[in-house]
């Protein structure tokens, strides 16, 4: 597991977001840890003169850790219940580099100015994902994207869509298998340069490996 250098404040208080929501899980389960450890060791070059975008960012939990890595950072999360349990962390940890904004995709992708982006299990949210993940590989201004995926937990077991928690989306329809590495192949026929993670491992994936959950970065 990568030691990383996150701040402790950001983790207590992270964790005390997730009790009051009734939510019993650590803040820093293995794959969150081992997910920041990957983020924080292939970050772009020069971030902090960057700006990050945080698509779905849900409670803020990648906003605040990569905050003091990246000149500004643009949080994009539909539902208002999330975003005000966002400014509630915001405020406490002091962190002003953040601006928190309600759109979703896709509509946002065309509102992006930034030069890096992050979907944290998330582009499987709207019906065509690829069309989302298309636009991304052909927006001038992005130099390094991070998507990460994996299994849903909370997937029926007939593949129909789910509700995600809190309502943010109303048809939710995860990545099937193998998705990811197709998602590489096509990042690398425009030129992108590509890594693909195993995060529960903590290591580079081999090539068209079955991943339980997988992150891929992009950089060119």
Not at 84 to 102: A, C, G, S, T
Not at 167 to 193: C, F, H, T, V, Y
Request: net charge negative.
């Amino acid at each position: 597991m990568i030691k990383i250098p996150y701040d402790a404040k950001v983790a207590l208080h992270y964790n005390q977001l997730q009790h009051n929501d009734n939510r019993n899980e650590p803040y820093l389960d293995d794959k969150r840890n081992n997910q920041l450890g990957i983020l924080l060791t292939n970050l772009p070059r020069r971030s902090t003169r960057k700006t990050l975008t945080d698509l779905g960012s849900g409670l803020g939990l990648w906003s605040a850790m990569l905050s003091p890595y990246f000149a500004q950072i643009v949080s994009i999360e539909p539902n208002d219940y999330l975003r005000e349990k966002q400014k509630d962390l915001f405020h406490r940890l002091h962190i002003e580099n953040v601006d928190l904004y309600p759109d979703s995709m896709p509509d946002c992708i065309d509102k992006m100015h930034g030069e890096a982006a992050l979907l944290s299990d998330c582009i499987g949210y709207v019906d065509d994902w690829l069309d989302v993940y298309n636009k991304l590989l052909q927006d001038q201004h992005l130099q390094w994207i991070v998507i990460s995926g994996g299994p849903d937990d909370d997937r029926l077991d007939n593949g129909e869509p789910t509700n995600t928690r809190h309502g943010s989306i109303n048809s939710k329809r995860p990545l099937d298998s193998g998705d990811e590495w197709r998602m590489k192949n096509i990042a690398e026929e425009q030129g992108w340069a590509t890594k693909m993670f195993d995060i529960m491992k903590d290591e580079i994936a081999d090539e068209g490996s079955d991943t339980d959950r997988w992150l891929l970065i992009l950089e060119r």
